[in-house]
């Protein structure tokens, strides 16, 4: 099993930033890779970003440069940078791990992009 502590959304204006943080505990050493999803009101879940152990990274079309996903391993936690928001960004953003096996997922943040 592993468990996620998410933390970092909330509400912010058009062009602002936010920073989302997932701290892993459990079962870590089989933990493949990790990231985010969203879904937005109305719409299918999506790929945010996604960090593997090697530290290969991939980001979701919508994301045109815009986030950056990162990890501190000594703190088993992922960070999504999230610049230039839209109110489009407006989503329930959910951390992910994946193992061999199956994928855990976090409980979700919202993430409000409004003025």
């Known amino acids: 099993q592993v468990q996620f502590v998410e933390s970092g959304g909330g509400l912010v204006q058009p062009g602002g930033s936010l920073r989302l943080s997932c701290a892993a505990s459990g079962n870590i050493f089989s933990i493949s890779a990790m990231g985010w999803y969203r879904r937005a009101p109305g719409k299918e879940r999506e790929l945010a970003a996604t960090i593997t152990s090697g530290g290969s990274t991939n980001y979701g079309d919508f994301v045109k440069g815009r986030f950056t996903i990162s990890r501190d391993n000594a703190k088993n936690t992922v960070y999504l940078q999230m610049n230039s928001l839209k109110p489009e960004d407006t989503a329930v953003y959910f951390c992910?791990?994946?193992?061999?096996?199956?994928?855990?997922w976090g409980q979700g943040t919202q993430v409000t992009v409004s003025s």
């Open positions: 992910y791990a994946r193992t061999r096996i199956t994928t855990y």
